[in-house]
């Protein structure tokens, strides 16, 4: 099985470390600066093979440059972005499987916070990480996407089974959980992670990964079907694309 270190850089970043023991491969995930992955490559006595980009954001790639020339890593990312992804040598897209070891990866096009934003699935390992496209109790915002889009990106993810591991990049549960009260007060799920979140923040522990199961109880994000929800929008009965885009129009003013 794979060993994860999650790594909490910049303000609110996690980066993954992802080691895989019998081949002796680590990646790191999401790099977005460089001093605390060699630390930490240095504690563990791992040493860096490859570097997985979700997306081309300067706070999951700023450290692609100087890790592969520190260490020669392979830098691994969306070939619908190849473009924006410094130094990428192997491009992957959809249904592609990424080879690590003796675990695999397969790769979804998950659009819409980014037009080229993709995930890596290790099925055998319970392990999603994907960016910023789906957070704890959150999504991504739409940058370059449309509602449609990122609302099939979202519900291809909510299909992984229940105890599917999110190591998502951000620690942004708290306020999320916030807005998702806002919109069902009445979930009783999200009522009570929310006393969790509090207690770990509170204690300066971190709230990631959640799971698919967990999300698909309380994540308004991912939960369209919500009677409560589309009651609070004002969109009883519309499209579920066109709640899940009145879903993360409300977030955007949310204050």
């Not at 491009?91 to 096009?109: M, N, Q």
């Not at 449309?146 to 089974?161: F, G, I, K, V």
């Not at 992670?193 to 770990?200: A, K, T, W």
């Not at 308004?220 to 519309?238: I, K, N, T």
């Amino acid at each position: 099985m794979l060993v994860i270190e999650q790594l909490p850089v910049l303000s609110d970043n996690y980066v993954y470390l992802v080691h895989e023991p019998d081949a002796g491969l680590t990646a790191v995930v999401d790099p977005a600066v460089t001093a605390p992955v060699l630390a930490a490559l240095e504690g563990r006595g791992w040493r860096l093979t490859h570097i997985l980009n979700t997306h081309h954001h300067h706070d999951h790639v700023g450290g692609n440059l100087e890790l592969k020339a520190a260490t020669g890593c392979t830098i691994v990312g969306p070939r619908a972005d190849r473009g924006r992804i410094p130094g990428i040598e192997v491009e992957l897209g959809d249904g592609d499987i990424f080879r690590f070891g003796g675990s695999t990866a397969i790769v979804y096009d998950v659009p819409g916070h980014t037009s080229g934003h993709i995930a890596y699935h290790f099925a055998r390992d319970h392990a999603l990480f994907c960016g910023d496209t789906l957070f704890a109790l959150g999504c991504g915002r739409m940058f370059e996407g449309t509602p449609p889009q990122m609302w099939h990106s979202l519900e291809r993810l909510r299909e992984l089974p229940d105890d599917t591991l999110i190591y998502c990049a951000h620690e942004y549960t708290q306020s999320n959980g916030r807005f998702a009260l806002s919109v069902e007060p009445g979930n009783a799920a999200l009522q009570a992670r929310m006393r969790e979140v509090d207690v770990r923040r509170r204690d300066g522990l971190p709230t990631v990964p959640s799971t698919i199961g967990e999300e698909r109880a309380t994540n308004p994000f991912l939960r369209p079907e919500s009677a409560e929800l589309q009651q609070s929008l004002a969109v009883v009965g519309q499209p579920l694309h066109e709640i899940f885009g009145a879903t993360r129009a409300r977030k955007d003013d949310f204050r």
